[in-house]
């Protein structure tokens, strides 16, 4: 036991000195922090804004062909030609406020004068307007994100519907309030919400698969490293082979562990703090259940030790560094497919295939996560999944041991993954 601690100590040092794994986990705090924040102070700012949006000012006198333009008011205002062929439009003030702009309009009295206003950046856009239901967009260069003219269609479509109502004697705030009514319904789900649950079980997936992604690699190579610049040859002389393999994997374990809390803590405590701002928009990602926690942690971490030891076990096979991700596909690749299994079975958290997979130890970190976090699984099936990954867990750390012990003796040549397994059962 003292020197598996010596072992853990040693290489969780080694993990906490390296800069670049404390940059790495720095840029992805600031980062997460950062996407929580930035858009939180955004929309927070908007709310803001939006009281100057929409607000309806007097339009002054002007002759024909003449710029005419809103009075400048508190807030910053969008400036827009306009050339309304026929008159279409009888209040451009109401029309501007109908779009939910704060628009400062410049009337022209021909299509060229549109096109000088947006060519010479007096306005940003323009409008050549024969009548409600037909214009001309011009605008200089048009951006992906711009939304002009969705919003000046939808303002027409809505004067036009009211101009065509009161003709027929209607009043269109009555016809609107009809159409806005919407009926009042409950939801009561006797089981799990599935819809509500969707958010959080799927980042719980994708931070397990990051984790294995980024971590497999470097405890294999950590495994691997002392083989390759051979000072395998003094530890194998001081320190016992099974507490060297399991001092790599289980540092290299919870080295990752304390960078992903770092990082969702620091995401978590800043939405906390931006909440108000989101209104509540990411709650279905932060806001997660405890026995969802608890299967995360409880299997989760188990399927990690797992597919870690395996790392550590396949990382012993090779003496070259430059050898492990050659070595390392096929558990990468058994993974990938747990995590495939995983992402289908977000759809169908009852079928079969999820079913069967939340008992297989090598995809029951995400298939038991899945059915408590969104489907109906009976206790006695999370206790036998449980104990079936507890035991190959365990099983993985002791083949881990015996192969390492191997390959310290092998040193130097080339083993394949059979011929040790062989080895070891004739021993």
Known sequence: MRQFLIVLKFELGNYFKNKSFLLTTIVLMVLAVGIIAVPGLIFGSGGKTEKNAGQTVELAEEQPGQEDKIPQDTGEQERYALYDINGSIEDPSAFASSMGQNIS??????????EEMVNSGEAEAGFIVEDLLHYTYVVEDRSTYDTVQETFSEAAAATYRSQVLEEKGLDPAEIEALYQTQPESETRVLGKDSAGSYAYTYMLIMVLYFLLIFYGQMIATSVTSEKSNRAIEILVTSVDSSSLIFGKVLAGAISGLIQCALILGSAVGAYQIFRDS??????????IP????????????????????CFGMLGALVSKTEDISKASAPVLMLYIISFFIAIFGLNDSNGLLVRAASFIPFTSSN???IRVAMGSVEMWEVIVSGVLLAAFCAGAGVLAAKIFRFGTLMYGNPIKFTTALKKIRER
């Open 278 to 287: 989101w209104g509540g928009l990411l709650d279905n990602v932060f806001d």
């Open 105 to 114: 309009w410049i009337m022209c009295g021909s299509e060229n004068e549109v």
């Open 290 to 309: 405890v026995p969802v926690w608890a299967t995360f942690a409880v299997f989760g971490m188990m399927g990690y030790l797992l597919y870690a030891f």
């Open 367 to 369: 298939g038991m996560l």
